[in-house]
């Protein structure tokens, strides 16, 4: 039998605590689709996607009623298109994009991802074609997202692949500059990706993953700000940071349960194999619903304060443990993600300059993933984008871990400055950059930086 | 052997039980199942025994009644019912909870149109701590919903109680509060 706390403690994380199952993500491979004609290859990824995604909405509706939660997004994520589409030149892998696009609003779904490039330690043809067409696609569709990753432990950092990155993310932003550079906003440069991502924009189905998987991204920084909130008005006086690790450990084993259970039974349904739950604190711009906001329940004055990086250390690791206790498959990113224009508790910290930017990428050091929807001054030159992503790719190669750069360039803005994306991207405020608009010579040298050594760890 | 059902009621002190069992024991009956419990002072306890077919349960209960004098309980001894052989795959575990300020014949139109759809309530637990929270003044039934039960029907149902009445009513499957709240599932 349930005991009363039990169920009232569930159903306050739901009704008002902001748990979601923020997305639930068909992973489906396309590597049986290749074709070197173009309108074969189209027709047979629109076919395979609506096929094997027919009912992901209307299942995930049932599901999600079954049990009072909501599952807020469902989303696709396919095999990196460099590969399975690398016969074709740039132009017509946006017309694929297009195809990725046409599939996604077939189904009723928000997002697609695995407009995707592996480019760590190369570029191959399909490589550089898809990083060429990446402006026109992201500018062109309303679904698609891209990611390319440019870095490895194993493999070093490709600095030309880098460069690449800055002038293709600084010409999305200009080809959507009536929208303040929204397609820049669908386009993630990583180190060390995950094959398994269900989150966008940074979701593609790896080359080792089954032919399609369903797997689920659980949010709820609210949950763990209450819980903490709680523990402080209860017992504020005996509360040490072991008790505050304790309690997000705790929480986050009660969310990613609530997650594996339903991502399951979605995946029953569908007839498709389970893949993984990934837990990550994944602000939107609502309140109660903040990864800034557990900052200032733990007593820090704002995200951004000396202190900010211990305590972020403190929760992406409990985090991280509380969803590995609780489930047997966590995957994907599983951390605390900190996104400047997602979390308005964090654009404000911008605001109001607790925050700047090279504080905010110490912080990555010990996040789940990195320089997460930061808006930047439209004179950012690409040099110094790359120059950006390069510093967090370090970060990343260096420590082992996931790393990311999502930055958009924002046309006519300057630091300070708010622009808007809307829905989930939200807004928030210009980030200022030193040297921003100046040239980089060092950045031009490219070539590869060489995997770091693995021992004389210090 | 014969199977009986005792039910015993009375306000709560040390002894009952040690009274009910040790009648039980000394008539050669042995409990096979018993379930008590406390509302405010009050002790409330159902007990499945099996007895001698020679036993009868008039004796038994004149017998419960003279040791259980000085505890001025009600007891009462009837034939048990047959086991139920419904197959438990049939119905589904939910929890329906209703939210909002207590009100005279709440409990009433809720089960009342639960039975309607053939809901069986296999629990339900009330705090009304009064104040603004929603989570402060709520209902909690456990239910077994059968198969033939439209899911869709009785959430429409609910809806128009909870229109009418200002009250927030939700159905989820109980496999959600177990998941979360249990290690071992």
Known sequence: ?458 | MKKLLISVMGRDQPGILAAVSTVIYQRQGNIENLSQTLLQSVFGALLIITVPDTEAPDDLHKALLEACSKLQLTVHVNPAFPESSAPGALIQPYIVSVMGPDRQGLVSTISSRLAQHDVNITNMQAVFKGGDKALDNLMIFEVDVPKHTVMQKLREDLKAISDSLSLDISVQHRKIFESVSKIRN
């Open chain 1, 1 to 458: 039998m349930l005991s009363e706390k039990d169920i009232i403690s569930t159903l306050a994380m739901v009704r008002e605590e902001n748990l979601d199952l923020r997305t639930i993500t068909v992973g489906i491979n396309l590597t049986d689709c290749v074709s070197d004609n173009l309108d074969v290859f189209k027709g047979k990824i629109l076919d395979k996607i609506t096929r094997t995604a027919a009912n992901l909405v209307p299942v995930c509706d049932r599901i999600g009623r079954r049990y009072g939660i909501d599952v807020a997004n469902k989303r696709i994520s396919v095999s990196p298109i460099a590969v399975v589409g690398a016969p074709f030149n740039a132009g017509q892998l946006v017309e694929v994009a297009l195809t990725l696009d046409q599939a996604a609003a077939e189904l009723g779904i928000d997002f697609i991802g695995g407009f995707s490039a592996l480019v760590e330690k190369g570029l191959s043809k399909g490589d550089a074609a898809l990083i060429e067409a990446i402006p026109q696609a992201l500018a062109q569709s309303q679904r698609v997202c891209a990611s390319v990753n440019v870095a490895t432990t194993r493999a070093g950092i490709n600095m030309d692949a880098i460069m690449l990155m800055g002038k293709a993310i600084k010409s999305a932003a200009e080809l959507t500059k009536a929208q303040d550079g929204l397609a820049a906003a669908k386009l993630v440069v990583f180190a060390n990706i995950p094959q398994d991502i269900p989150f966008m924009a940074g979701a593609y189905l790896g080359i080792g993953e089954p032919d399609a998987v369903v797997s689920v991204g659980v949010s709820g920084p609210g949950v763990v700000k209450n819980a903490l909130e709680q523990a402080f008005a209860d017992d504020g006086e005996h509360i040490d940071l072991s008790r505050v690790s304790e309690i997000i450990k705790q929480t986050a084993a009660r969310l990613t349960r609530a997650g594996e259970l339903v991502a399951r039974e979605v995946a029953t349904l569908l007839e498709l194999p389970f893949g993984v739950v990934d837990l990550s604190l994944a602000p939107t711009p609502n309140a109660n619903d903040s990864v800034g906001e557990i900052f200032q329940s733990v007593g820090l004055p704002a995200i951004g304060a000396p202190g900010s990086t211990l305590f972020l250390a403190l929760l992406n690791d409990a985090v991280k443990k509380g969803g590995a206790f609780a489930s047997s498959h966590v995957g994907g990113l599983s951390g605390a993600f900190i996104p400047v224009c997602e979390d308005l508790n964090i654009a404000n910290a911008v605001t109001s300059g607790s925050l700047v930017l090279e504080k905010l990428e110490a912080m990555t050091s010990v996040c789940s993933v990195g320089l997460d929807m930061v808006a930047l001054p439209g004179d950012t030159t690409a040099e110094m984008l790359a120059a950006i992503i390069a510093d967090e790719m370090a970060i990343g190669v260096i420590n082992k871990k996931t790393t990311a750069a999502r930055l958009i360039p924002v046309p006519g803005k300057k630091a300070g400055d708010t622009v808007y994306f809307g829905g989930l991207l939200g807004e928030g405020p210009v980030m200022a950059v030193k040297h921003g608009a100046e040239e980089n010579r060092f950045i031009r040298l490219g070539g590869r930086v060489p995997a770091p050594i693995q021992s004389l760890v210090n």
